[in-house]
């Protein structure tokens, strides 16, 4: 697949188990046990702050920042996700359609903090998207974002071609009936070096552990995530 199939085909799949992905996420182990308290652990004090959320889902995340007393605007390419967000958030946030790989909608320096968990494995050009998360944050805002650890995804999708960022494809059975996501893998560098060269600085790296409660739902899993991380996180800061 180019660049812009395997973006459009990850999209397209959003759209389609969007009311599944919103069903499950609120307890399957991968997201409330392992991704959600590794981030939130990486946010600071919110209330007051003005947050943009990308690749919001159905809006999980966005709740809590609100919850927290954050003015929220959450974003996403699938319309499904953002009606689901609106639906989650009832007015109390903004809800808007947002693509990652596109211009944010969005004015220079309009927020403190920019939140982007398991949203960038499906964009290919990380150096576009920070270069618009830097535009869009006021000096001394923050990033802080999750996606799939390269060392994770080399050895799941058997690359031999570590230094490339090659679209690939997984079959995701956690959600009711199997079906293909496709995505991209890239290198650590790759992960790194973009935020790098947008100006942000990086403040604090994450490699997670999942959590107790992971450990009572899926034990197989969280002693293997115990060994071997799956995800990897940054806080990022704009001098
Ligand atoms: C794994 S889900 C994560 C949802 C949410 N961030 C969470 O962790 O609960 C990935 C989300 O990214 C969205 N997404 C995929 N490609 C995108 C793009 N190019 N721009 C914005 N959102 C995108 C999907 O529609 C989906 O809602």
Same mark, same amino acid.
């Given at each position: #697949?180019?660049? $812009?199939?395997?973006? @459009?085909? =990850? ?7 969007? %009311?599944?992905? &919103? ?57 499904? #996700?953002?009606? $689901?967000?609106?639906? @989650?958030? =009832? ?7 947002? %693509?990652?790989? &596109? ?66 494809? =997984? ?69």
């Amino acid at each position: #697949m180019d660049k $812009l199939e395997t973006e @459009r085909a =990850a999209a397209a799949t959003y759209e389609r188990i969007a %009311d599944r992905y &919103a069903a499950a996420l609120e307890t399957k182990p991968h997201n409330a046990y392992y991704d959600r308290p590794a981030v939130i652990s990486l946010w600071p004090n919110v209330a007051g702050l003005d947050v943009l959320d990308t690749g919001c889902g159905p809006g999980v995340y966005a709740e809590e920042l609100v919850n927290r007393g954050a003015r929220v605007t959450a974003g996403d390419i699938s319309a499904r #996700m953002c009606e $689901l967000a609106s639906v @989650r958030l =009832a007015g109390r946030a903004t809800v808007t359609p947002l %693509d990652l790989a &596109a211009n944010l909608p969005a004015a220079e320096a309009a927020f403190d903090m920019i939140n982007a968990p398991l949203c960038l494995d499906y964009v290919r050009d990380w150096r576009h998207v920070f270069s618009e998360f830097f535009r869009v944050l006021r000096p001394g805002g923050i990033v802080i974002m999750s996606a799939a650890h390269p060392d994770f995804d080399a050895e799941y999708f058997k690359t031999d071609a570590y230094f490339d960022v090659e679209s690939v494809e =997984a079959t995701w059975s956690g959600f009711g009936e199997p079906f293909r996501m496709n995505c991209y893998r890239r290198s650590l560098a790759d992960f790194i070096n973009p935020p790098l060269e947008a100006g942000f600085r990086l403040d604090r790296l994450l490699e997670p552990l999942p959590t107790e409660q992971f450990r009572q739902a899926d034990p197989r899993r969280h002693e293997r995530l115990m060994r071997r991380p799956s995800f990897l996180m940054m806080r990022l800061q704009r001098p």
